[in-house]
């Protein structure tokens, strides 16, 4: 039965091992030679700051990127092909936006950041914007073979800024030029991209209210995913910030795999003409369980090796928040992948649902608890939170699948 599943999906399983091999080599890049070097140079103190600041950019430049790159996959065929000026222009004038937004970060942030400094944290901004967009042409390609070249250009830069960093000292030359040389060799090997880029169509109106309501999700989302570093700040001070992120580094590291999985499995699904069915949710259902319980065992295991090897100083202060950081990001990226299904097949707008309610019982959950018993309160309203997001994904999805029953033309309005 197994060899007959693998040779069923043989081709769906080759392209998710070329994406997932790539963006495993860039994550090992930046989560071996990157970070630790930021850890070393800057102190627990500085490595906690960077971090901080990076979640400001991480909320915007990942929403933005990904729901431009979501709302092109979903499009129709003849949009998603043809009309890359529409998103192109949209992430422009985001980049354009992000100027006031990073000269606030910088003067009300709390860290201090020289010029040099700040002029690269605001071209990381624009780098990852389109970053996180790019790689959208190989998902409708299907040239999941440029997809791993794309990451491993990525990890080289990585390299390069991460020697440019100990010379420097300027912490974002540590992702910037792996993030500009990913965009440039993108535009560079897929036409879809670059043609037409600066040139709106007919229907930019409808391309712009599309990456809106995909942005408001993956907002939303990415506000929570990067909001505990913020919040921890604010309430705990950057050493808090520290120990948090390195518990729940490989959990994060598992969130950022399942991307490109989720990439290909969009990809299929967008040429796949049958409807979600009982059935399909209920597999859905079981799958994401068991995925829940072994990304969590790996994210344990791998986490406690990662801190030995890389982050031996960290160790002691971190150990203890380990279990509840690494249940909180697999149960997060776990829901991420249901959401996929979802926005192939229900409405658009339970992005938006899911993720509201996370917000709520992050900021409801978050605050007084790590007000009252704090980082141990944080690491468990996270967990809390991410287990409801993961319950409101499968009710949703149920939902759907039993209205369809219901009315299968959508004649009625619910």
């Known amino acids: 039965m197994i060899a007959a599943l693998l040779k069923k999906y043989k081709r769906q399983i080759g392209d998710s091992a070329w994406s997932i091999l790539g963006l495993l080599f860039m994550n090992a890049v930046a989560q071996v030679v990157v970070f630790p070097l930021y850890a070393r140079k800057f102190g627990e103190i500085g490595y906690g700051e960077l971090q901080y600041l990076m979640a400001y950019v991480n909320i915007l430049t990942v929403s933005v990127g990904c729901a431009a790159n979501y709302a092109r996959m979903t499009a129709s065929r003849d949009v998603r092909e043809k009309n890359g000026g529409d998103y192109t222009l949209f992430l422009l004038l985001v980049s354009l936006l992000g100027l006031p937004f990073t000269l606030l970060v910088r003067r009300f942030g709390g860290v201090t950041m020289d010029t040099p400094t700040y002029i690269c944290y605001y071209l990381l901004f624009v780098a990852m914007a389109f970053r996180y967009y790019a790689d959208v042409a190989y998902k409708i390609s299907l040239c999941y073979r440029r997809y791993f070249f794309y990451y491993l250009v990525i990890g080289a830069g ?117 409807r979600l069915t009982r059935r399909a949710m209920r597999a859905v259902a079981w799958g994401s369980a068991v995925l829940v319980l072994l990304g969590m065992l790996a994210a344990v295991l791998g986490g406690y090796l990662v801190l030995l090897i890389l982050y031996p100083a960290e160790l002691a202060a971190v150990r203890g928040y380990l279990w509840w950081g690494s249940l909180a990001q697999v149960l997060y990226f776990v829901t991420g992948m249901i959401m996929v299904v979802l926005i192939r097949f229900a409405k658009k707008s339970y992005q938006v649902y899911i993720n509201a309610v996370f917000g709520v019982c992050f900021l409801g959950l978050g605050i007084p608890a790590t007000y009252a018993l704090g980082l141990w309160g944080f690491a468990v309203a996270m967990v809390a939170a991410a287990a409801i997001r993961y319950a409101v994904a499968l009710y949703l999805g149920f939902r759907h699948v039993r209205q369809k029953e219901h009315d299968p033309d959508g004649l009625t309005t619910v």
């Open 158 to 274: 990585y390299v390069l800024g991460a020697f440019l960093v100990w010379q420097t000292g300027i912490w974002p030359l540590g992702l910037l030029l792996g993030e500009a040389l990913g965009v440039l060799y993108a535009f560079a090997t897929e036409r879809m991209l670059w043609h037409r880029a600066l040139s709106p169509s007919p229907l930019w109106r409808k391309t712009f209210r599309a990456v809106l309501l995909l942005f408001a999700a993956e907002g939303v989302a990415n506000l929570i995913l990067n909001a505990d570093r913020i919040l921890l700040k604010l309430m705990l001070g950057a050493s808090a910030v520290t120990v948090y992120y390195l518990a729940t580094l490989v959990g994060k590291t598992m969130s950022l795999v399942a991307v490109p999985f989720n990439g290909v499995l969009i990809g299929y699904l967008t040429r796949y003409e049958g």
